[in-house]
Nanobody
Framework: VQLVESGGGLAQPGGSLRLSCAAS????????MGWFRQVPGNEREFVAA????????KYGDSVKGRFTIFRDNAKNTLSLEMNSLELEDPALYFC??????????????????WGQGTQVIVSS
């Protein structure tokens, strides 16, 4: 399994960024996928998860209404559209694959493969 994130960078408060994750080494369409974020010294925080087909989604409370997770199973790509970025959003953002085929878990222990992360910075 290989997960490679891209799209991080610098944005202003209120701005937007789109993260992408290229997946390979497994049948992408058969697993829910997720995004987590981590700030040094803190545990990984659940950001969003999406079902195999893309119709089901779940979001962490801190990003609900601002971030949108979506996937393209034909291109083996997971994305995270981040709008209305806040000063609390900077972190290393990780793409991850669920262990299970039918649930959208918010616990990082329920995910078995992780990318290296992409850094998001929010600053004026």
């Amino acid at each position: 399994v290989q997960l490679v994130e891209s799209g991080g960078g610098l944005a202003q408060p209120g701005g937007s960024l789109r993260l992408s994750c290229a997946a390979s080494g497994f049948t992408f369409s058969t697993y829910p996928m997720g995004w987590f974020r981590q700030v040094p010294g803190n545990e990984r925080e659940f950001v969003a998860a999406i079902s195999r087909g893309g119709l089901g989604t779940k979001y962490g409370d801190s990003v609900k209404g601002r971030f949108t997770i979506f996937r393209d199973n034909a291109k083996n790509t997971l994305s995270l559209e981040m709008n209305s970025l806040e000063l609390e959003d900077p972190a290393l953002y990780f793409c991850t694959k669920s262990r299970y085929m039918s649930v959208l878990p918010p616990n990082p222990r329920d995910y078995d493969s992780w990318g290296q992360g992409t850094q998001v910075i929010v600053s004026s």
